[in-house]
Antibody, heavy 116, light 106 residues
Framework: QVQLQESGPGVVKPSETLSLTCSVS????????WSWIRQPPGKGLEWIGY???????KYNPSLESRVTVSIDTSKNQFFLQVRSVTAADTAVYYC??????????WGQGILVNVSS | SYELSQPPSVSVSPGQTAIITCSGD??????TSWYHQKPGHSPVLLIY???QRPSGIPERFSGSNSGNTATLTISGTQSTDEADYYC?????????FGGGTKLTVL
């Protein structure tokens, strides 16, 4: 059974870059969209962006200028960078898997606080 | 950009049927997925491609989609169904989530 696990720092300073890793175990990365989704405290889900296994990427237009999603299938990992963070980027960040038929596998989520 | 709208809250009595809607322009032409999320937990996929249930999801969860509205129906609602519910669809190559609906089982 495929499992996803987010990792990275729990605190990032304002104006710096948030970097997270999602490690994939128990399955192949082929033929899926690998997404990052976030949830500010007490709010709803917001799609950030995805990469597929051929490194094709797509981003939420509201975040596109600050976000990069990348993938390393040889390591079974994909990554998120959010540049120039502010307090508004404080959220639980989830990685998840989809084939345009629903996100059926999610990581447990990682809370990232943007604070000095 | 494409938007999906959900009512902020829905209330239902135990054993009754809960209906949660998701509205978007010509949403019926797109596949919709539904998730529920309990506090402190990751979302769980309930319905995909409008009406398909992943293995392990009870039959009392059902979905439909037509016109501008997708609907999640929970039959025989249980107290354990109290959660936040989100719809999701693809807008070409982008992913869109609804704002979420808090289901209260009174």
């Amino acid at each position: 059974q495929v499992q996803l696990q987010e990792s990275g720092p729990g605190v990032v300073k304002p104006s710096e870059t948030l970097s997270l890793t999602c490690s994939v175990s128990g399955g192949s990365m082929t033929s899926y969209f690998w997404s990052w989704i976030r949830q500010p405290p007490g709010k709803g889900l917001e799609w950030i962006g995805y990469s597929d296994d051929s490194r094709t990427t797509k981003y939420n237009p509201s975040l596109e200028s600050r976000v990069t999603v990348s993938i390393d299938t040889s390591k079974n990992q994909f990554f998120l960078q959010v540049r120039s963070v502010t307090a508004a980027d404080t959220a639980v960040y989830y990685c998840a898997r989809d084939r345009r038929d629903g996100y059926n596998v999610w990581g447990q989520g990682i809370l990232v606080n943007v604070s000095s | 950009s494409y938007e999906l709208s959900q009512p902020p809250s829905v209330s239902v009595s135990p054993g009754q049927t809960a209906i949660i809607t998701c509205s978007g322009d010509k949403l019926g032409l797109r596949f919709t997925s539904w998730y529920h999320q309990k506090p402190g937990h990751s979302p769980v996929l309930l319905i995909y491609q409008d009406k398909q249930r992943p293995s392990g999801i009870p039959e009392r969860f059902s979905g439909s989609n037509s016109g501008n509205t997708a609907t999640l129906t929970i039959s025989g609602t249980q107290s354990t169904d109290e959660a936040d519910y989100y719809c999701q669809a693809w807008d070409s190559t982008d992913v869109v989530f609804g704002g979420g609906t808090k289901l209260t089982v009174l």
